[in-house]
C-alpha cells in the first residue's frame, strides 16, 4: 500500500504538516470522506500568533512569538498540550493540533485538537522569566481558552508547574479559581493521580497488546527508547517493571546500550543527579543514532518529530515502533516500514494515554471529586487496550497499515458528528 508521497524532497518529508497532510489524503480518500467535510477537516479552524513582550532578569525587554492552534472542536472542547521550544514553528503546531484531533476520536474522548508553542529556549531562561512569559502567553490568548473553549496541558518544554501558572493567571482573570482550565497540574491544585506517568503507561499498554497480537512474549523482549523525558522514564520504569528488557537509551547527547538490560531505576537517579545519562556506569556510550537501527524486538521513538525517515528507515531492525512521540515517523519512512513488514502502533494511538488521563483530570476538576490512582490506571488501560483493538480490526478489514487504520477511524467519528451537527452558515 503506497500513500504516493515517495517523489518528496526531504524539506518536504521532514515537514510535519506534509507528514499530517499526506496521511489524511490518503485516509480521506480509502473513506470516500465527503468532499466538503475533506476541505474542512485538512484546515485548523483558528490560527493564533501573538508577538508579546517580557521582561528578562537583566531589566532588558524580549518579545516572544507564541502559537495557539484549534484544529477542530466538532467533537468537544479543543485539547492539546504547550510547547517551549527554538525551533516551534506554526506549521510543526498546525501539524499537532491535528493529531489531536485524530487522537482523540481513535479514543473516543469527546475533545478536539489544539496545540500551543512558544519559541523560545526555556533551558536557558530563569524561572523568574519563564513565569512571566507564560503569564503574558496565557492573557494573550486568553478569550480562546476555557474548560469549554480549549483545555491546554503540558509538552516538550513545559510541566506541571506551567499550567500551574496558566490556571492561576486564567483564574485572576475570571475572578474565580478554574482548574479545570489547563491539565497536568499539580496534585493539590486539581491534578489527577496517575497523569505524569500515563503517556508512558499507555506506551507499555501499546506493547503489551502488539506482543499479544504478534504471538509474542515480554519475558525477553529486548526494547530501545529514544528520549528519556516524561513519557521515555515512564515508560523504560513501568515497561521494566512488567519483564522487559530495556537495552539502550538514545538521549540528545548520546546513547547506552547493556544487551544485559539497563538499570532503570539507577539510570533515573543518575540522570537525576546528573542532570545527562551521559557517564552512566551500568551501560556502554552509544551514539544515539546508531541504537535506533541497533536489533531489537521493540523501538520506542520517545523524543521528537521526524526520527525514523528516509535516511534510516531501511536500516531499521526492530521487528516493532510503538511510537511515544507524536510525528516521529515521516509518510515516506512509513511505506519502507511497511515493505519490511515492521509492525508500527501509530502515534495518535501510542501516547494517547496522556490525554486520555488529561480527560479524566478535567472530569475529576468539574466533579471536585478526585478518582484513586488505581482507577485512573484501569480505566486508561481499559479505553487504550479497546482503542488498539478497534485500530487492528479496521486495518484488518480495510487491508491498511495500523497508521491508515487509526487516521481513518479517527476521520470517520469526526466526520459522522459533523454531519449530525450540521454546517452552521
Ligand atoms: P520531554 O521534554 O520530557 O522529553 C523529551 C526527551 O527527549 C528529553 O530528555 C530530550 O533530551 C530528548 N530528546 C530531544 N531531542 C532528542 C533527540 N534528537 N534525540 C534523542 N533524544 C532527544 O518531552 P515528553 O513530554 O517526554 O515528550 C516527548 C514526545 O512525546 C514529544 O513528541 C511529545 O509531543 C510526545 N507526547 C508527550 C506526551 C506527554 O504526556 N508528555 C503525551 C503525548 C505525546
Redesign the pocket.
Known amino acids: 500500500m503506497s500513500t504516493g508521497t515517495t517523489a518528496v524532497t526531504l524539506d518536504q518529508e521532514i515537514n510535519p504538516w506534509s507528514a499530517q497532510s499526506a496521511r489524511f489524503d490518503f485516509a480521506a480518500r480509502k473513506l470516500n470522506l465527503d468532499e466538503g467535510l475533506w476541505k474542512v477537516l485538512s484546515t485548523p479552524s483558528r490560527e493564533i500568533i501573538v508577538h508579546f513582550p517580557v521582561s528578562l532578569d537583566n531589566g532588558s525587554i524580549e518579545v516572544f512569538t507564541g502559537f495557539r492552534v484549534q484544529h477542530s472542536m466538532a467533537r468537544g472542547p479543543c485539547k492539546g498540550?504547550i510547547r517551549y521550544a527554538p525551533d516551534v514553528t506554526l506549521d510543526e503546531v498546525c501539524a499537532l493540533a491535528s493529531w489531536m484531533t485524530w487522537k482523540c476520536a481513535v479514543v473516543n474522548i469527546p475533545f478536539g485538537g489544539a496545540k500551543g508553542g512558544i519559541i523560545c529556549d526555556p533551558r536557558s531562561m530563569s524561572r523568574g522569566e519563564l513565569e512571566r512569559m507564560t503569564r503574558r502567553y496565557t492573557a494573550e490568548i486568553i478569550e480562546f481558552l476555557g474548560p469549554e473553549k480549549d483545555i491546554p496541558a503540558?509538552?516538550?518544554?513545559t510541566n506541571e508547574q506551567t499550567m500551574a501558572w496558566i490556571m492561576d493567571t486564567y483564574s485572576m482573570h475570571t475572578r474565580q479559581t478554574v482548574t479545570s482550565v489547563v491539565t497536568g497540574k499539580p496534585l493539590n491544585i486539581g491534578g489527577s493521580q496517575g497523569r505524569i506517568e500515563?503517556?508512558g503507561r499507555g506506551v507499555m499498554v501499546a506493547c503489551d497488546e502488539s506482543l499479544r497480537y504478534l504471538n509474542m512474549a515480554v519475558d525477553g523482549c529486548r526494547v530501545i527508547i529514544?528520549?528519556?523525558?516524561?513519557?521515555?522514564t515512564n515508560a523504560a520504569r513501568l515497561m521494566q517493571e512488567r519483564g522487559y528488557k530495556i537495552i539502550g537509551i538514545?538521549?540528545?547527547d548520546g546513547g547506552l546500550y547493556n544487551r544485559a538490560g539497563i538499570d532503570i531505576h539507577q539510570l533515573i537517579e543518575f540522570k537525576y543527579r546528573n542532570n545527562t545519562i551521559l557517564g552512566f556506569p551500568g551501560a556502554e556510550a552509544t551514539p544515539?543514532d546508531e541504537l535506533l537501527v541497533t536489533d531489537c524486538e521493540i523501538l520506542i521513538p520517545?523524543?521528537?518529530e521526524n526520527v525514523i525517515t528516509s535516511r534510516n528507515a531501511e536500516r531499521l531492525k526492530a521487528r516493532i515502533v510503538v511510537e511515544?512521540?507524536?510525528g516521529p515517523t515521516t509518510a515516506v519512512a512509513d511505506e519502507i516500514l511497511a515493505a519490511k513488514r515492521i509492525f508500527v502502533v501509530p502515534d495518535i494511538l501510542a501516547?494517547a494515554g496522556?490525554v486520555t488521563a488529561s480527560y479524566f483530570e478535567w472530569v475529576q476538576d468539574r466533579q471536585g471529586y478526585f478518582w484513586k490512582e488505581a482507577m485512573v490506571n484501569q480505566q486508561l488501560e481499559e479505553i487504550l487496550r479497546s482503542s488498539f483493538d478497534d485500530v487492528v480490526r479496521y486495518a484488518e478489514a480495510h487491508d491498511v497499515n495500523n497508521r491508515i487504520a487509526a487516521y481513518m477511524l479517527a476521520i470517520d467519528r469526526v466526520a459522522f458528528t459533523m454531519k449530525q451537527r450540521g454546517i452552521y452558515a
Open positions: 498540550g503540558p509538552d516538550v518544554g500515563a503517556t529514544q528520549g528519556f523525558g516524561n513519557v521515555g538514545a538521549e540528545r544515539s520517545a523524543a521528537t511515544g512521540a507524536n501516547n496522556g
